[in-house]
């Protein structure tokens, strides 16, 4: 266990600031695929922020969480497993097209 307060300050790090920069990189360039990238995985971390907000009332005391979060959002990051793409393409993309109108 890394600890409770630095793991968070990691998690927060890799969950918002290095996704931040790169957004600001990705913004800088003409290629709209990493645009495309980065927008994807701030809606995933904004709907699991979301769910987190909730659930870390049940599950944010057990051993490991902060750390086993931190491999979850490089998951969710890293192009070789591209994670939030996938869930976004498996789940949210699906459920908020067929919920649109209701949404809107």
């Known amino acids: 266990m890394l ?3 630095f793991s968070r300050a990691i998690t927060n790090v890799v969950s918002f600031a290095y996704p931040a ?6 913004l800088r360039t003409t290629d709209g695929d990493d645009d495309k990238q980065w927008l994807i995985y701030w809606i995933v971390i904004g709907l699991f922020s979301v769910g987190e907000f909730w659930a870390d009332l049940l599950i ?7 750390e086993v979060k931190l491999l979850f959002l490089l998951w969710l990051q890293l192009p070789g497993f591209n994670g939030a793409f996938y869930l976004y393409q498996q789940f949210i993309e699906p459920y908020l097209a067929d919920n649109e109108k209701h949404i809107d």
Do not use: V
């Open 3 to 5: 600890g409770w307060y």
């Open 60 to 66: 944010g005391w057990f051993p490991f969480y902060y």
């Open 21 to 26: 920069y790169r957004s600001f990189k990705a």
